[in-house]
């Protein structure tokens, strides 16, 4: 995918961190728009903005309150915004929360609301609209995370619910690339988000101890990455060079990665004794 000039493009999450700022990219590309979330006044704003940066007159953008998790609510309103916007060209999950915990604080309610947001969502937007996408082909993007291919301290839940978006894009990927359609996971890392703002706020001191090593990318990074990637076709999209190099040594020297974050553990919980 390289000419994004009036495809249509939708995005969930589209309201804000990583899912905004890749809308007003495509948009400044000539892409028609759409972008669903859960917060009517948050994808008001955020409409405004994308359209905004619109490159010509003939672009349309769309929004509409979506809860990914229901599978009832996502048919009924897609099937709305494939009436009125049009078919897809371009899908992108972008929909997603974290919570992080220690494993015995976090409630079955969480757990059960994590998995339901962020691989149920994905799941149950891809069920709906790849039927219609086959007719002539597009471009998908499910997005995990780092926590999609390293178990991180305090991620139980949240790990879960993204190596399962990995699992089910790399199945996906073999069934619909005969059809036409290409699928792509992104893989941030820590991103200066909304969301990101929210998960510091319960976040062990384990957990910021791992992280401490890697940077804070911005979500235009993030999403100038996935627009590149998308345009090379890339499987894996992994933001930022640092990022790229603990996907190789986790895959290449797995107990290196682990003797360092277990290492970064035992420091945090032996101050945590004194």
């Known amino acids: 995918m390289k000419d994004y000039n009036g495809k249509i493009v939708y995005i969930t999450g589209g309201s804000s961190g990583i899912g905004l700022a890749t809308a007003k990219m495509l948009a400044q590309k000539g892409a028609h728009v759409a972008i ?6 948050v994808l008001e704003d955020a409409i405004k903005e994308i359209s905004a940066c619109g490159s010509n007159a003939d672009q349309k953008f769309y929004y509409d309150l979506l809860d990914v998790s229901m599978h009832e609510d996502v048919d009924k309103v897609l099937q709305k915004a494939v009436s009125e916007f049009g078919v897809p060209d371009v899908l992108i999950n972008c929909a997603g929360r974290a919570k992080p915990l220690y494993f015995a604080e976090i409630p079955y309610a969480q757990f059960d609301e994590t998995i339901k947001i962020d691989l149920y969502g994905v799941w149950n937007t891809c069920a709906f609209l790849v039927p219609l996408m086959k007719k002539r082909g597009g471009y998908i993007v499910n997005v995990s995370s780092m926590c999609g291919f390293i178990g991180v301290f305090g991620y139980s839940d949240y790990s879960a619910a993204k190596f399962g978006v990995l699992g089910f ?18 893989c941030p890392p ?42 090379k076709g890339e ?24 003797m360092v974050m277990d290492g970064q553990i035992r420091t945090v919980q032996k101050n945590k004794a004194k």
């Open 36 to 41: 669903f979330a859960r917060r009517q006044q």
């Open 169 to 186: 894009s790399e199945a996906l990927r073999s069934e619909v690339k005969p059809l036409g359609i290409t699928v792509s996971v992104l």
């Open 190 to 231: 820590d991103t200066d988000t909304p969301g990101f703002a929210e998960e510091n706020k319960t976040k062990p001191p384990e957990t910021k101890a791992v992280e401490g090593t890697a940077g804070i990318m911005k979500p235009e990074e993030v999403a100038s990455a996935l627009i590149k990637g998308m345009g």
């Open 235 to 258: 499987f894996m999209i992994i933001p930022g060079t640092e990022s790229k190099f603990t996907y190789v040594m986790k895959r290449l020297f797995p107990w290196l990665v682990d």
